[in-house]
Nanobody, 114 residues
Framework: QVQLVESGGGLVQPGGSLRLSCAAS??????MGWYRQAPGKQRELVAT???????NIATSVKGRFTISRDNAKNTVYLQMNSLKPEDTAVYYC??????????WGQGTQVTVSS
C-alpha cells in the first residue's frame, strides 16, 4: 500500500524559502513529484523527478524551485526559494507507478504573505 506524507509547509514572507519533504512507503521505481492547487484554480504540476533523477520543472517556478530525491529514504524534496504570493497553494506529493497510476499525499499548505 502506497502512503505519501508531506511536511514542511507554512507561512513565509515574499522572497523567503521553504523546503517541503514527502516520505513515501510502499513505492517502487516510479516517478515522484509535487503539484499545487490554489483556491479556485486547477491542480498544476510543479516538478517531477524520475527514479534516475531526471527532472521536469514548471516554467513558473524554474530557477526558484529545485526537486530532489533520496531513493534510499524513499523521500522527495522541494526546495522553494524566492517565494512569491502567487506560490500560495496547497502542495501535494505525487507518486506515479510504472503503469501510470497516481497516488497522492494529503497536501501541505504554503502561504506566502507579508
Amino acid at each position: 500500500q502506497v502512503q505519501l506524507v508531506e511536511s514542511g509547509g507554512g507561512l513565509v514572507q515574499p522572497g523567503g524559502s521553504l523546503r517541503l519533504s514527502c516520505a513515501a512507503s510502499g513505492i517502487g521505481f516510479g516517478a515522484m513529484g509535487w503539484y499545487r492547487q490554489a483556491p479556485g484554480k486547477q491542480r498544476e504540476l510543479v516538478a517531477t523527478i524520475t527514479w534516475g533523477g531526471r527532472t521536469n520543472i514548471a516554467t513558473s517556478v524554474k530557477g526558484r524551485f529545485t526537486i530532489s530525491r533520496d531513493n534510499a529514504k524513499n523521500t522527495v524534496y522541494l526546495q522553494m526559494n524566492s517565494l512569491k504570493p502567487e506560490d500560495t497553494a496547497v502542495y501535494y506529493c505525487n507518486y506515479q507507478n510504472n503503469r501510470g497510476y497516481d497516488y497522492w499525499g494529503q497536501g501541505t499548505q504554503v502561504t506566502v504573505s507579508s
